[in-house]
Each structure stands twice: as structure tokens, then as C-alpha cells.
């Protein structure tokens, strides 16, 4: 699962780390006996969520589609095909001078 790069993004841990927050304060108001505090922490949990998906939608999250990821891979294959051509052609260059 971890090839496939599952939560592994800006998006997911912010959001992750909001939500644990807000768990973390609706738990300590459970034992402080605080219903407004609570909520505050439940507020909090929906915020984490809402943060995460704007996130992901501002392209801080996974690739949705494999088709995106494919011309991803593709761009940089020429790159890199382009920079293999480059190093091999520099030095015929030099030896011509």
C-alpha cells in the first residue's frame, strides 16, 4: 500500500494533524466536564476536514486520475531522454573546437 503513495501528501497530513487536534480537545473537555469546549473541539474536527479538501483540490493532494500521472511520467522520461542526448552530444562539440 505504501507504493501507491496512500495519505502521503500536504493535504492529508493537515488535515490528519487538525483533526487529531480536535479529537484531542473534545477528549480533554469529556473529562473536564466542558459541553462548550467540546463542540470547539468537534468545530474543529469538520474544520480539518474541510482544510484537507481544499488542499487536495489546490492540487496539495493525490492525483485522482492515472491519465494525469501518465503524462507526467511521459514529460519526464523526454526529459530525461533529452538530457541523456545532451551529455552525449557535448562532448563531439568540444572535440570539434
Known amino acids: 500500500m505504501s507504493s501507491q ?3 502521503h501528501t500536504p ?3 493537515t488535515g490528519s494533524a487538525i483533526v487529531f487536534l480536535g479529537f484531542c480537545v473534545s477528549g480533554a473537555a469529556m473529562i473536564m466536564a466542558s459541553v462548550p469546549i467540546f463542540w470547539v473541539g468537534i468545530a ?3 474544520v480539518g476536514g474541510v482544510v484537507a479538501k481544499a ?3 489546490a492540487g ?3 492525483v ?3 491519465t494525469t500521472a501518465t503524462v507526467i ?5 523526454r526529459a530525461a531522454a533529452k538530457a541523456d542526448v545532451a551529455a552525449t552530444a557535448e562532448p563531439a562539440a568540444v572535440a570539434a573546437h
Not at 73 to 77: I, P, S
Open 5 to 7: 503513495a496512500h495519505g
Open 11 to 13: 493535504a492529508a497530513w
Open 44 to 46: 474543529v474536527i469538520l
Open 55 to 57: 488542499m487536495s483540490m
Open 60 to 62: 496539495m493532494g493525490k
Open 64 to 66: 485522482a486520475d492515472n
Open 73 to 77: 511520467a511521459e514529460a519526464r522520461a
